[in-house]
């Protein structure tokens, strides 16, 4: 896996914003009966949104000084998203669809808490090397190259981001089909 130019990563995470938005546009004048919903896709339009600046942000600092808050940052952006998610749910009531977002973004925030403590906490892959040597052993710099866990970080997150987005589109339609038809 190689590293992607920062003017791709930023279309990349400008088009997830730009989805999100639409999605919740679409919750907004299609189903403004379902609270639920919209709570949520305007839950996670948002966290993509902040998402974006907190990425500008990183990208403005010097390289060697991004990976310290790469992780972190989005960790703390899915636990102010999953705390809204939870409060939510408690004063609506869950349902399937607060269900989905929340358990997604607790994933994800589980996700950025390993990718966070592999690169600036202790090396995941390298534990037994750091308990022989009694020093931690990270993984900040790229020579020791890519491990499975951070190519699982990305397609896992880029699945799960668009798991949400085509249910925020369909999904309602598709569990309201499902429902009618086979209860």
């Not at 999953?82 to 989905?100: C, D, E, K, Q, S």
Request: aromatic share 20%; proline share 2%.
């Amino acid at each position: 896996m190689a590293l992607i130019s920062i003017a791709f990563e930023w279309a990349l995470d400008q088009w997830a914003v730009v989805v999100a938005a639409l999605a919740f546009v679409y919750n907004m004048l299609f189903n403004s009966q379902n609270s639920r919903l919209i709570a949520s896709s305007l839950t996670v339009a948002l966290m993509y949104a902040f998402g974006h600046f907190l990425l500008a942000w990183i990208n403005e600092l010097p390289f060697d000084e991004q990976v310290y808050f790469r992780y972190s940052s989005r960790f703390l952006l899915y636990a102010l998203a999953g705390f809204f998610m939870a409060a939510l749910i408690f004063r609506l009531g869950p349902n399937f669809t607060t269900t989905t977002v929340f358990s997604v973004m607790i994933f994800s925030m589980v996700m950025q808490l390993l990718l966070h403590i592999d690169r600036n906490v202790i090396g995941l892959n390298k534990i037994s090397e750091s308990i022989e040597l009694g020093t931690a052993v990270v993984n900040t710099g790229l020579p020791s190259g890519y491990w499975y866990l951070w190519d699982f970080y990305t397609v896992s997150l880029n699945v799960t981001g668009c798991f949400l987005f085509i249910y925020f589109f369909v999904g309602e339609d598709i569990k309201e089909y499902l429902c009618s038809r086979f209860s």
